[in-house]
């Protein structure tokens, strides 16, 4: 079974300019959650998508977005970019009936200049 | 206050050592945590995962969650190299599972 893929896994963006970033969870999950990890802060949570509808927010200003299709598959999309939005960027997908168990993907480092 | 802190770390422990990795939470409606692993450059992998308070056993790990003194505990035996990453505590009151919130991660080294 294909785990939960990102794309892309690098990017270089300036100050300003805006990112999307792409989450294929794992097939039959409806869940999609993403997270910001930085060494400062650790992982914080940003949004949970669960059959194309946000259930969950975390606490991130509203240039943060995402969107769920319904295939499941999902984008996050950070517009105006700021230095401090330089991290690693996880989806992570789970199965509707969830005991808690996440599935990571490798992440989208993206670095703001 | 941050949520849920961990010591960061590092812990640098030989081949064989019990290994106890320890965070505290501040809010009482969490209800499930979990341990997660995450080796250099990959996604964290859920490690254990316990609801309320109470002891897990899986293989050479342990959790502890002890809800009076709101502190969560991972205890791992006979400690091997393969067991050198970074270990992060979670926790939520969201029945799904889903919302996480992580402990920053203590860094883990075991040498042979």
């Known amino acids: 079974k294909a785990g939960v893929t990102q794309t892309p896994r690098y990017l270089i963006k300036t100050r300003g300019q805006q990112v999307t970033l792409s989450c294929s969870p794992i097939?039959?999950?409806?869940?999609v959650s993403w997270y910001q990890q930085t060494p400062g802060q650790g992982l914080q949570f940003l949004f949970e998508?669960?059959?194309?509808?946000?259930?969950n927010k975390g606490n991130f200003p509203g240039r943060f977005s995402g969107r769920q299709f319904s295939n499941s598959r999902s984008e996050m999309n950070v517009s105006t970019l700021e230095l401090g939005d330089s991290a690693l960027y996880l989806c992570?997908?789970?199965?509707?009936?969830?005991?808690?168990?996440?599935?990571f993907g490798e992440g989208s480092r993206l670095t703001v200049l | 206050q941050k949520e849920v802190e961990q010591d960061p770390g590092p812990l640098s422990v030989p081949e064989g050592a019990i290994v106890s990795l320890n965070c505290t939470y501040s809010?009482?409606?969490?209800?499930?945590f979990m341990w997660y692993r995450q080796y250099s450059r990959k996604g964290p992998e859920l490690l254990m995962y316990?609801?309320?308070?109470g002891n897990k056993e899986d293989g050479r790990f342990t959790a502890q969650v002890d809800k009076s003194s709101k502190y969560i505990s991972l205890f791992i035996r006979d400690s091997q190299p393969s067991d050198s990453a970074t270990y992060l505590c979670?926790?939520?009151?969201?029945?799904?599972?889903?919302?996480?919130?992580f402990g920053k991660g203590t860094t883990l080294s075991v040498s042979s």
């Open positions: 992570a997908s789970s199965p509707a009936t969830s005991s808690g168990e996440l599935f």
């Open positions: 097939s039959g999950h409806r869940s």
């Open positions: 998508y669960f059959s194309e509808t946000q259930r």
């Open positions: 809010n009482s409606a969490f209800q499930y």
């Open positions: 316990t609801y309320s308070s």
């Open positions: 979670a926790t939520t009151a969201n029945q799904a599972g889903t919302a996480l919130i």
